[in-house]
């Protein structure tokens, strides 16, 4: 999965190089509703409309504002 996440400060931007942080998870169906914390955020730019977007591997693309990613959007499956 990809993100929008801000520029470093090396680049003329400012912001890290990283996206979310879930930590090592694998999908739960009886939590896969259950939204991220906001802790979770970590870097994710909501540059577009307070949305940011995210691509998934298998070519899916949404905007998310902060607080709206699922589980099931960052987990792997078994």
């Given at each position: 999965?990809?993100?929008?996440?801000?520029?470093?400060?090396?680049?003329?931007?400012?912001?890290?190089?990283y996206?979310?942080?879930?930590?090592?998870?694998?999908?739960?169906?009886?939590?896969?509703e259950?939204?991220?914390?906001?802790?979770?955020?970590?870097?994710?730019?909501?540059?577009h409309?307070?949305?940011?977007?995210?691509?998934?591997?298998?070519?899916?693309?949404?905007?998310?504002a902060?607080?709206?990613?699922?589980?099931?959007?960052?987990?792997?499956?078994?």
């Amino acid at each position: 999965m990809l993100a929008d996440t801000p520029q470093p400060e090396t680049r003329k931007g400012r912001g890290n190089d990283y996206f979310i942080s879930v930590g090592a998870g694998v999908y739960n169906p009886s939590t896969a509703e259950d939204l991220l914390p906001d802790s979770a955020y970590i870097g994710f730019s909501t540059r577009h409309g307070d949305r940011g977007n995210a691509a998934f591997v298998d070519g899916y693309v949404e905007a998310f504002a902060i607080g709206e990613m699922k589980q099931k959007h960052v987990y792997l499956e078994d």
